[in-house]
C-alpha cells in the first residue's frame, strides 16, 4: 500500500467536558495513538466536544462527512456509548449511516473483552457515511485506547475503499501483501487477516452479482407496470435516438443501464453543483437559507446590567442585612436613556426597577416587590417615598442579569451548515446579538417545463378533444417545489418537435439554476428529451432509468452552460416521467435531494421514519416500489400507514392525501399487516382520528 495521508475528526461526546473542557483527556490519549501507532499515515484536523445530545453529535458528523471540501476519512467518537439513559451516541451515529462495519465492531469488542468482561457494557458502533469511515469508542480513556489501537491497523485500508479507490489495485497482491502494508500477520491477528481475506472476496462476488442485477432488471423491467411481458433481452445500444433518422431507426432498447435507487442517488450527490456562497440581509428572507459561515455575536447579551424582576435596586452591605425602611431615590425602568449621567445609588438608598431595566450605577442586587411594603408615599399620593424590606441575608447579584450572561460578544452562536428557520429563533438570535449580514448558501431557482403536443394547459375552458391531456403535471410539480421553499419559473408548454424543445430547454437554462421537465423520456419517436439533452445541448446524462416503480425512465442529466459572467457553469435538468403518480414521486425521491444539496442542507431529502403497516401490501415481483400512502399516529403513538388505493403511475387519485412514500422491496410475497418498511415524509403526520 503506498504511504497516505489521511485526515481524522474527533467528536468528544460528554456533557460534563463540553461544559469544562480542562476535564477531557482523550484527545491527547487518543492523538497519542494516531500519532506513535499510526506509522504516519494518520492527522488529527479537527476536534470539537458535545453534549451527550443526538442532534449535536449528528449535527457535526454531517458537517465532517457530507461535504466533500472538508475530506475527512476518519470520524472517532468517544463517548456515550454505555447503557446509561444519557448515552446516545450509538443510536445518533446508526441513524446516519449509509453502510454497516460489523467487522469492525467484532475487532474493537473482541480486544476489549480480553481485558474486561464488562466490555460487554459497551455498544459500539461502525459504518461507512458518504466517503467518510465513522467508529464509536467509549468514554473511559483507556477503553479509547484499546479500542482504537485493535483496529487501528485496518483503517487506512477501509478509508481508501470507502473514499472510492479502485478495489482491484488495493487488492493487488493478494491478502499477504495486505497484511505486510498493514503491518499485520496472520499468527498474531488472525481476525483482522480472516477480514481480509473475506473482505476481498465479497468484492468480487459483489460485482458479478451486480452484473447478474443488471441483466435480471433489463430482462423484467416490463413487469408490474400495466402487466407489460417482454420476451426478449436487454441489448445494449450506444446512445439515445437520432430524431433526424426517423422511428424505422430508433434504438428498440435504451441504452441507459438500470440503475437502483441507491446509485442514482449518488450519481445525484456526484453530478449535482456546489452551493453558491452569497451575502444575506438577517431579516425575513433568510427564512429556509443555510448559513455558509461560522456566526459569532458582534455583542454581548444583555449589554448592560439588567433586572429579572420588578422591585428595588439596592447596595447589599457586608453582612447582608437589608431589612428597614429606605428611601426610594430614583426610578429605572426598561427604556432607552436620555444621556443623561444617572446618579450612583449608595449603601442607605433604593431605586425602583422594572423586569428588563438597567441597573443604577452603584446598585450590587434586586430586591423583589413581593419582599417588600410600603412605608410612605410622596405629598400628592403619587409616588413612593419609603419602602420597607424584609429580607435578610441578601447576596450580591441576586435577581441580576449580568453584562453578556446569555451570550458574550464573539462567543459562535450558530454554526456554518445550520438551517434558519422560520420557527427555531434562529433570526431571533441573530438579531439579538447584532449580526445583520450572514454568509448563506444561495437557493437555486427551478424551472418547471412539461412537454408534449398532446398537453394542454390545465384551465382550458371547453372539453377536450380526441387524444388531448390537460397539463396537471407542471401546476403539481411547481407547488411542490414553492412549498419546499424554492424560487419556481413557469417555462410553459414545449411541443414535441426536436427545434421546439431544444430552444425552450435552452431559454430555460438561462434563466433558471435546475429544469423539470415532465413527458418525453420513454422510448417513442416523440420522446425527444434525451437526445435533445445529449444530441442539441451537448450534456451529459448520467442516468436514464432506475429499477424502481413507479417512475423507470426518470432521466438526470448536467449540461455545461455561460452565465452572464461568461464563466462555464453546470446546470441540472431532471426528465421525469409523464404519467402524474410518477413525476411527484420522483420529484420528492431525485429533484428535492439535489434542491437540497444546491442549497447547502444537509442531509438531503425527505425525512425516512419505520412505520407499522396497517394492512397487507402486495410487492412488485422484480422492483422497488415507492407506493403512496397515508401515515397518521394511532392511538398507542405508532406511526401506522395504509395505502391512498390504485398505485398504477398514470392514477392521479393516488395522489390525494399521500403525505409519505413507503419504501416496498420488491418480492413475490405481500408483506403483511403489522411488518415495519421505512416511510419517505413528504408532508406532516396527522393523528389518528
Known amino acids: 500500500m503506498a504511504e497516505v495521508s489521511l485526515k481524522v475528526a474527533l467528536l468528544i461526546v460528554s456533557t460534563t467536558a463540553a461544559k469544562d473542557p480542562s476535564t477531557d483527556s482523550s484527545e491527547l490519549t487518543l492523538s497519542n495513538v494516531l500519532e506513535?501507532?499510526?506509522?504516519?499515515?494518520?492527522?488529527?484536523?479537527?476536534?470539537?466536544?458535545?453534549?451527550?445530545e443526538v442532534a449535536q453529535i449528528q449535527r457535526h458528523i454531517m458537517l465532517w462527512s457530507d461535504f466533500a471540501s472538508a475530506g475527512i476519512n476518519l470520524i472517532v467518537t468517544t463517548g456515550g456509548t454505555g447503557f446509561a439513559t444519557s448515552d446516545h451516541t450509538p443510536e445518533a451515529v446508526s441513524a446516519l449511516l449509509h453502510r454497516?462495519?460489523?467487522?469492525?465492531?467484532?475487532?474493537?469488542?473482541?480486544?476489549?473483552?480480553?481485558?474486561?468482561?464488562?466490555?460487554?457494557?459497551?455498544?459500539?458502533?461502525?459504518?461507512?457515511?458518504?466517503?467518510?469511515?465513522?467508529?464509536?469508542?467509549?468514554?473511559?480513556?483507556?477503553?479509547?485506547?484499546?479500542?482504537?489501537?485493535?483496529?487501528?491497523?485496518?483503517?487506512?485500508?477501509?478509508?481508501?475503499?470507502?473514499?472510492?479507490?479502485?478495489?482491484?489495485?488495493?487488492?493487488?497482491?493478494?491478502?499477504?501483501?495486505?497484511?505486510?502494508?498493514?503491518?499485520?500477520?496472520?499468527?498474531?491477528?488472525?481476525?483482522?487477516?480472516?477480514?481480509?481475506?473475506?473482505h476481498s472476496h465479497h468484492h468480487g462476488h459483489g460485482h458479478a452479482h451486480g452484473h447478474s442485477d443488471g441483466h435480471s432488471h433489463g430482462h423484467s423491467h416490463g413487469h408490474g407496470h400495466g402487466d407489460l411481458v417482454r420476451h426478449t433481452p436487454s441489448?445494449?445500444?450506444?446512445?439515445?435516438?437520432?430524431?433526424?433518422?426517423?422511428?424505422?431507426?430508433?434504438?428498440?432498447?435504451?441504452?441507459?443501464?438500470?440503475?437502483?435507487?441507491?446509485?442514482a442517488l449518488q450519481k445525484i450527490r456526484e453530478h449535482t453543483p456546489?452551493?453558491?456562497?452569497?451575502?444575506?440581509?438577517v431579516d425575513t428572507s433568510l427564512a429556509g437559507r443555510v448559513l455558509a459561515e461560522e456566526v459569532s455575536a458582534n455583542e454581548n447579551v444583555p449589554g448592560f446590567r439588567a433586572s429579572i424582576v420588578d422591585g428595588y435596586a439596592v447596595v447589599v452591605p457586608k453582612d447582608g442585612k437589608m431589612s428597614g425602611v429606605y428611601p426610594v431615590v430614583s426610578i429605572s425602568h426598561a427604556s432607552p436613556g436620555d444621556g443623561k449621567e444617572v446618579k450612583e445609588l449608595k449603601e442607605g438608598e433604593i431605586a425602583r426597577i422594572t423586569t428588563g431595566a438597567p441597573l443604577p450605577p452603584g446598585a450590587t442586587s434586586v430586591i423583589m416587590v413581593e419582599d417588600t411594603v410600603l412605608k410612605t408615599m410622596t405629598e400628592d399620593g403619587k409616588e413612593e417615598k419609603e419602602v420597607d424590606i424584609l429580607a435578610d441575608g441578601v447576596q450580591e447579584g441576586e435577581n441580576i442579569r449580568a453584562i453578556g450572561s446569555d451570550i458574550k460578544a464573539d462567543d459562535v452562536v450558530l454554526s456554518k451548515g445550520e438551517l434558519v428557520s422560520a420557527v427555531g429563533g434562529e433570526i431571533?438570535?441573530?438579531?439579538?446579538?447584532?449580526?445583520?449580514?450572514?454568509?448563506?448558501?444561495?437557493?437555486?431557482?427551478?424551472?418547471?417545463?412539461?412537454?408534449?403536443?398532446?398537453?394542454?394547459?390545465?384551465?382550458?375552458?371547453?372539453?377536450?378533444?380526441?387524444?388531448?391531456?390537460?397539463?396537471?403535471?407542471?401546476?403539481?410539480?411547481?407547488?411542490?417545489?414553492?412549498?419546499?421553499?424554492?424560487e419556481v419559473v413557469d417555462l410553459g408548454i414545449a411541443a414535441d418537435t426536436p427545434g421546439t424543445l431544444e430552444q425552450n430547454l435552452r431559454d430555460a437554462l438561462r434563466r433558471v439554476d435546475l429544469v423539470i421537465t415532465s413527458g418525453g423520456v420513454s422510448m417513442g419517436e416523440l420522446d425527444l428529451l434525451k437526445p435533445t439533452i445529449e444530441r442539441s445541448l451537448g450534456g451529459t446524462i448520467h442516468f436514464g432509468r432506475v429499477a424502481m416503480k413507479p417512475g423507470k425512465p426518470t432521466t438526470f442529466a448536467t449540461v455545461t452552460v455561460k452565465n452572464d459572467a461568461g464563466e462555464r457553469v453546470?446546470?441540472?435538468?431532471?426528465?421525469?416521467?409523464?404519467?402524474?403518480?410518477?413525476?411527484?414521486?420522483?420529484?420528492?425521491?431525485?429533484?428535492?435531494?439535489?434542491?437540497?444539496?444546491?442549497?447547502?442542507?444537509?442531509?438531503?431529502?425527505?425525512?425516512?421514519?419505520?412505520?407499522?403497516?396497517?394492512?397487507?401490501?402486495?410487492?412488485?415481483?422484480?422492483?422497488?416500489?415507492?407506493?403512496?400512502?397515508?401515515?397518521?399516529?394511532?392511538?398507542?403513538?405508532?406511526?401506522?400507514?395504509?395505502?391512498?388505493?390504485?398505485?398504477?403511475?398514470?392514477?392521479?387519485?393516488?395522489?390525494?392525501?399521500?403525505?409519505?412514500?413507503?419504501?416496498?422491496?420488491?418480492?413475490?410475497?405481500?408483506?403483511?399487516?403489522?411488518?415495519?418498511?421505512?416511510?419517505?415524509?413528504?408532508?406532516?403526520?396527522?393523528?389518528?382520528?
Open 274 to 281: 456546489a452551493p453558491e456562497i452569497i451575502t444575506s440581509k
Open 36 to 52: 506513535k501507532e499510526g506509522g504516519g499515515k494518520w492527522k488529527l484536523v479537527e476536534t470539537k466536544i458535545v453534549p451527550d
Open 570 to 689: 453546470s446546470k441540472v435538468i431532471f426528465s421525469l416521467p409523464g404519467n402524474p403518480a410518477s413525476a411527484l414521486v420522483t420529484f420528492n425521491l431525485f429533484v428535492l435531494p439535489s434542491l437540497h444539496q444546491m442549497s447547502g442542507i444537509s442531509p438531503p431529502g425527505l425525512a425516512k421514519v419505520p412505520v407499522i403497516l396497517g394492512h397487507d401490501f402486495s410487492l412488485d415481483k422484480s422492483r422497488a416500489e415507492y407506493h403512496r400512502a397515508v401515515v397518521v399516529v394511532d392511538t398507542t403513538g405508532r406511526l401506522v400507514a395504509t395505502s391512498t388505493g390504485g398505485q398504477r403511475s398514470s392514477k392521479v387519485g393516488s395522489l390525494r392525501s399521500a403525505n409519505c412514500l413507503l419504501c416496498l422491496p420488491s418480492g413475490k410475497e405481500p408483506l403483511k399487516k403489522g411488518e415495519k418498511v421505512d416511510a419517505l415524509l413528504i408532508s406532516g403526520v396527522r393523528a389518528e382520528v
Open 428 to 486: 431571533g438570535l441573530l438579531a439579538a446579538v447584532g449580526v445583520a449580514h450572514v454568509k448563506t448558501y444561495r437557493k437555486p431557482v427551478v424551472g418547471v417545463l412539461s412537454t408534449g403536443d398532446e398537453i394542454v394547459q390545465h384551465d382550458r375552458e371547453g372539453a377536450l378533444r380526441l387524444g388531448e391531456v390537460r397539463d396537471t403535471n407542471r401546476i403539481t410539480l411547481m407547488c411542490a417545489a414553492r412549498e419546499q421553499g424554492f
Open 100 to 198: 454497516q462495519a460489523p467487522g469492525l465492531v467484532h475487532g474493537m469488542l473482541d480486544a476489549s473483552l480480553r481485558a474486561t468482561p464488562f466490555a460487554m457494557m459497551s455498544r459500539p458502533v461502525a459504518g461507512v457515511r458518504n466517503g467518510t469511515v465513522i467508529v464509536t469508542l467509549p468514554g473511559s480513556p483507556k477503553g479509547a485506547k484499546e479500542n482504537l489501537e485493535a483496529i487501528l491497523k485496518m483503517l487506512p485500508h477501509a478509508c481508501q475503499q470507502a473514499a472510492g479507490m479502485d478495489s482491484r489495485s488495493l487488492h493487488a497482491g493478494g491478502v499477504k501483501k495486505l497484511e505486510a502494508d498493514a503491518g499485520i500477520s496472520a499468527n498474531t491477528n488472525r481476525a483482522q487477516s480472516h477480514s481480509h481475506h473475506d
Open 235 to 263: 441489448n445494449a445500444n450506444p446512445m439515445s435516438n437520432d430524431p433526424n433518422l426517423g422511428p424505422s431507426r430508433r434504438n428498440r432498447e435504451s441504452p441507459y443501464p438500470m440503475l437502483s435507487v441507491d446509485d
